[in-house]
T-cell receptor, first 108, second 114 residues
């Protein structure tokens, strides 16, 4: 069983739409969750972190955490072509474990 | 220079070669990590160092040998690699190992084994 699981996509949305990225995790001991953005050929860049149940908003990004369902999501509002990248979900219990990433493509 | 710096950016090596990857962090962090990223696979944690002490080794083959001479520098020594070892090798650092603040990644070394 994968410890952190994401739909690998690709997910394609039109410019200006809401992109919804989902992630589930198996380790109930995980306390912190992160979303990283990785452009092709580049290193992962931390864009959001969330520790408590509920929503956390930062600009066009909203992270959602439901520990009972072991579910984390990232919403990107008003998607832009520059948001096209692979988004990595990660959960931290004793160590940081990554999902395989979801490729997002925003079409002009 | 700030952040996490990795050298070289690209490396092509034969299966009988010996090479080393270097990572340096300028963030004052106490923990450093090596990850392997292969196509369409999750990042795989290879090694974890906390204050120059290796605290985790995730069943990595002995042809990969890490070295952490101080809390700012991390090396990955490579020898007799296999073609399946071709991947992006990422170094990361964090304030402490069990940080709630995520990791900062370097730009990676793209390794090709021929």
């Amino acid at each position: 069983q994968k410890e952190v699981e994401q739909n690998s996509g690709p997910l394609s949305v039109p410019e200006g739409a809401i992109a919804s990225l989902n992630c589930t995790y198996s380790d109930r001991g995980s306390q912190s969750f992160f979303w990283y953005r990785q452009y092709s050929g580049k290193s992962p860049e931390l864009i959001m972190s969330i520790y408590s149940n509920g929503d956390k908003e930062d600009g066009r990004f909203t992270a959602q955490l439901n520990k009972a369902s072991q579910y984390v999501s990232l919403l990107i509002r008003d998607s832009q072509p520059s948001d096209s990248a692979t988004y990595l979900c990660a959960g931290q219990g004793g160590k940081l474990i990554f999902g395989q990433g979801t490729e997002l493509s925003v079409k002009p | 220079e700030t952040g996490v710096t990795q050298t070289p950016r690209h490396l092509v090596m034969g299966m009988t070669n010996k090479k080393s990857l270097k990572c340096e962090q300028h963030l004052g962090h106490n923990a450093m990590y090596w990850y392997k990223q292969s196509a369409k696979k999750p990042l795989e944690l290879m090694f974890v160092y906390s204050l120059e002490e290796r605290v985790e080794n995730n069943s990595v083959p002995s042809r990969f040998s890490p070295e952490c001479p101080n809390s700012s520098h991390l090396f990955l020594h490579l020898h007799t690699l296999q073609p399946e070892d071709s991947a992006l090798y990422l170094c990361a650092s964090s304030q402490v190992v069990r940080t709630p603040n995520g990791y900062t990644f370097g730009s990676g070394t793209r390794l090709t084994v021929v």
